[in-house]
């Protein structure tokens, strides 16, 4: 089968060049249209996203998963509000980082520039396709967006939408491509696609991100799974640790920055874990603890290895009772996908060393990690949550897809 992933590759690059030269009034005039036309095409989205709810559903896909691809009208407002709210941010192109004069009068500055062209892989969730088209635009960038076979009408019929209004805004349409085809060898030769895509974000679950890693060619920014923990120290105001504990948990569990283990020091584990537990099982949480916790909580599922390194996206929380923040910390740093942590403490030196020892995109004191997102940080949306350390970490908005250029002025220099 011929998929056409190079001549689409091909397009985007030219799209890329035209579109790192449009000024920012066109780029937001663009996104504002776009959100617009989301909500024009509402009905013809859902009713696209309701065949891809019901063949789901057929195929037994787990909760979690349907919850993540159904879309309503709420969804699509915030899908459209995102891209207003993309037109409103600082346009990163063009921004001077810093700049110097060297003693022999060179003057030389970075610049900030787009990446190029980015190729994006993604699982169940449709928004993603507005929050990606939208980000890479404002930011110069060409996208190639390949959803997953889950989501393929709803995703269809949102780029569609998003497309339809580009010419009137005199911006490439080709600077916003989905991949039409749900094979996994589209996906494979768009990871290979090296001199026409320069670089490679993969959103979605374990499996998909290894996949990226191990097969693309293609420069990859990985973004991770959240295998997230909140540690309640000893020092810690109770009735808010309860409260952060609940929110972290339960206000949405199939997101990548829900808790998924707490852990509790010792010293207050006898009063904190009886007061917490009835309020995590009244939301339907099911508790898995360490031999500690279910000496204080006898009713709780005994936690085995495996549970301390599982995402579970779901109201599944795994507790363990530690000796200090020593512990606290070297569990997290062992476990953790280097995503989100926090900490509820009253005390500055703890949450000091905290911040300092653990290894994640996002540390937290006396936050839930709930706010690990770029609407929260103010990105106005995100294309990802980057677990890595090079070039991107955390949420990654409008600056986190841009590169940058030196320019250096100069007159008649020559070097001797």
């Known amino acids: 089968m011929s998929y056409r992933i190079r001549e689409m590759a091909i397009k985007a690059r030219a799209a890329s060049l035209r579109l790192a030269q449009a000024s920012t009034a066109k780029k937001d005039a663009a996104l504002r249209a776009m959100g617009q036309n989301l909500l024009a095409y509402q009905d013809a989205i859902i009713e696209a996203n309701k065949i891809d709810v019901q063949n789901a559903k ?6 979690v998963m349907i919850e993540r691809l159904t879309l309503n009208p709420s969804r699509i407002a915030g899908m459209a509000e995102g891209l207003r ?8 192109i063009g921004e001077v980082i810093d700049g110097w004069k060297r003693p022999n009068g060179l003057e030389i500055r970075r610049v900030r520039t787009p990446l190029g062209v980015i190729g994006i892989i993604y699982e169940s969730r449709p928004n993603v396709t507005a929050d990606a088209a939208g ?10 967006l390949r959803g997953g076979s889950e989501a393929i009408q709803s995703n269809t019929s949102i780029t569609d939408a998003l497309v339809e209004v580009l010419d009137g805004e005199d911006i490439p349409k ?3 491509q989905l991949i039409p085809y749900i094979d996994r060898e589209a996906a494979r030769e768009l990871m290979n696609l090296n001199g026409l895509v320069d670089v490679l974000i993969p959103r979605g679950g374990e499996g998909l991100i290894r996949s990226v890693i ?7 920014i990985e973004t991770g799974t959240g295998n997230c923990h909140t540690f309640i120290d000893a020092s810690a105001d109770l009735d ?3 409260e952060i504990v609940i929110n972290a948990k339960c206000q949405r569990p199939s997101v990548c920055n829900a808790m998924e283990t707490m852990l509790v020091h010792e010293i207050i584990a006898d009063e904190f874990l009886p007061q917490v537990a009835p309020m995590l099982i009244n939301k339907g949480v099911e508790i898995r603890g360490c031999p500690r916790t279910r000496e204080i909580l006898p009713n709780a599922s005994v936690a085995i290895e ?6 579970y996206n779901a109201l599944i929380l795994a507790v363990k009772v530690v000796d200090d923040i020593g512990q606290a910390v070297e569990h997290i740093n062992r476990y953790g996908t280097k995503h989100s942590e926090a900490i509820v403490s009253n005390d500055f030196t703890s949450a000091k060393r905290f911040t300092d020892e653990v290894d994640a995109a996002c540390v937290y004191v006396n936050a839930s990690t709930r706010f690990t997102d770029g609407h929260e940080f103010g990105f106005g949306a995100e294309i990802g949550i980057s677990n890595q350390k ?3 970490r955390g949420p990654m908005g409008l600056r986190e897809l841009t590169t940058h250029k030196y320019i250096i002025y100069g007159d008649g220099h020559i070097r001797t």
Do not use: F, R, Y
Not at 135 to 144: D, P, T
Not at 214 to 220: G, L, Q, R
Not at 306 to 311: P, S
């Open 58 to 63: 057929e195929k037994g896909l787990k909760e």
């Open 85 to 92: 709210q993309i037109a409103t941010l600082p346009d990163p």
């Open 135 to 144: 980000l890479c635009l404002k930011s110069g960038n060409s996208c190639i």
């Open 174 to 176: 080709d600077c916003i």
């Open 214 to 220: 191990e097969n693309a060619s293609v420069p990859v």
């Open 240 to 242: 808010m640790a309860a």
């Open 306 to 311: 495996e549970d301390w390194a599982t995402e």
């Open 390 to 392: 090079l070039h991107a």
